[in-house]
DNA sequence: TTGTAGGCGTTATCAG
DNA sequence: CTGATAACGCCTACAA
């Protein structure tokens, strides 16, 4: 019996009368203090309509009295329902997740719920790990990113009846469980942009696509529309690496060290076309005449650089947003139709133009 | 009773098996299943090896048929419990407590436990809020910034003898609740070096100090260090504002845009130093020898841009680390002790220099 | 409108 | 080592 090890802590105690209160202090004392039933104090709090003033008042002065707050296990054991979510990540320190992030937050404390998060560090592992977890903890719903999980994870969430979301990524297969952008129409643009102006030697960095469904896209979409017209990225003008800005000077120091170079540089993020920007300021080369630079994904930084730079507008706040807004009209059973696309603009800057004349 | 509704929902529902099985697989099913007692599936899961080896496996068995997964809420009510830790920062998207986020979240993970996030905006109205859903969520323990907080904050912590830490903050007074960098004498230390270089004229830019007593107390460092030297900011050298490059670069502008100009700028944070420094180029400004320019935080950019820019080094992560792995174990009786002072580090970079000889 | 009482899924005490 | 059973704190169907 849980109590008598209580007593025998108070036996030690040095202050018995908090843990006295800490114990203490539920439904049932402030019924008592109010001299009405637990049911009424319950419904007092829940459903305040059907008590009557009086009675909801004095429950009222005995919950403030006593500092009475709710205990959330118990209402989720007995509502089966427990107000949260959960958002597994494959990072969490990346502008866009966090942008996500500060929009799911915000979204979900306004209808109440709370959100938990947690990292799959790009591991389909880890990603299940923290699914289950999630589960466990009894998570209303999922937010997960990308449509690439363990084989596991799907079956583990529909035999629960969990509803979930994969945020972005949007294809229209499978419209209605996905929100984001299209990374692969999205790449097609830009190329074409490019290719329009008369690239035709692309180089390309990118950042690992290992576990990464997104990035993969991007990469597609680049080689998808080069092919349309006949292109190719040349082998020694494609590099693959961590998504750093030192990461991103290396890498495109390695494109330049070729003959010929490209004259259209594809960054797969942000941060590598930071670093290919910078680092073609410092071996001097002019942009756009001697050659374009672009990126994914657009962060301050960027457009405050001495030569601002082309890119693509995500808009992960919206995402987020948006997610948490359909995963909790799922959740109460209301069905709340959004658009789930979230269209990925080309920000046109002044790292891109024309190729130079031969 | 519960019970009907289901009953009746499931006269509705298109897929009853699916309900039925979520309703009715609990350890009670499980039991039944292995031929054993809930007790004994309960000390199989918990505590294995007071089970004997054939239980164990036929239980083990039970569990994968069954998909069975324990439920949190129900755990949580019974132990008092929740292995649940909430963290309350007043912005998510900002590098620093993103990195911290990640870390506290990996640190908890590891330990066994889920970390619940929330955003105060910076307002203590809403820190109380979101520190009230965590008490009623009942996590075990919690991370807050900084160590003003709303006055009903920690009396309510108190009350419940909840355990937490305030981040991102060290003072020697309140040595045990506190972890982070002493944000005061970081900014000592920048001013001393930069009045040691010979600096007299000193500029600063900086964020708003509401509810923000970080920020304040690094101004103050300023202040402090100057005033030893029987030196002070003029008021047309100093500059306040939000914490973006745009911003940066406008209030840096505003700064130079005075006769006589200030020789050293210290920049609140490291996106108003990125926009001074970007401003100063744009100007045609050369560091350091026209001016000296210096940051609070080093973010990736800041090394890599055309000068790179002297700040001080705040380890977030580490101190996101160590609140975790303290918060752990005080909420398990274990004590841990870890240095609770971040050494926040002065990177000297090419931003800064002696002043110009005039 | 209010009270009574059983159940939500686990844990843990105590008796075998 | 195992089983029966009383909590844990709240919600809610049903009776009053």
New interface residues.
Partial sequence: MPRARTTQTRATETVPA?AD??RSVGLREVARAAGVSTATVSRAINNPDVVSADLRERIAGAVKEL?W??????R??STRR?H?IGAVFP?????DF??A??AI??EL?QAGY??????SEYEPELELH?V???????VDGLILVGQAHHPELEPLLV???MPFVNTFVYDRETHGTCIGPDNHKALVTMTDYLADLGHVRFGVIAQSTRNNDRASARLEGVRDALALRGLAVRPQHFAMGEW???EG?ALFRKLMDTDPRPTAVVCGNA?LA??AV?EA??MGLRLPEDLSIVGYDDI??MS???VPVTTVRVPSAEIGRIAARVLVARVEGKDYSAPLEAVAELVIRASSGPPPTP
């Fill in positions: 908090v209160l800490r500092g707050v709710p205990d959330g296990a118990a989720a054991l427990s949260t990072a969490l320190s990346v502008g966090a942008h992030t500060h937050q915000s404390s709370t959100l938990l998060l947690a990292c923290q289950r977890k999630f589960v466990e903890r009894g035999q629960r009846a750093t800005i030192a000077r941060h930071v670093g910078l300021a410092a301050e930084v405050h650089l001495p």
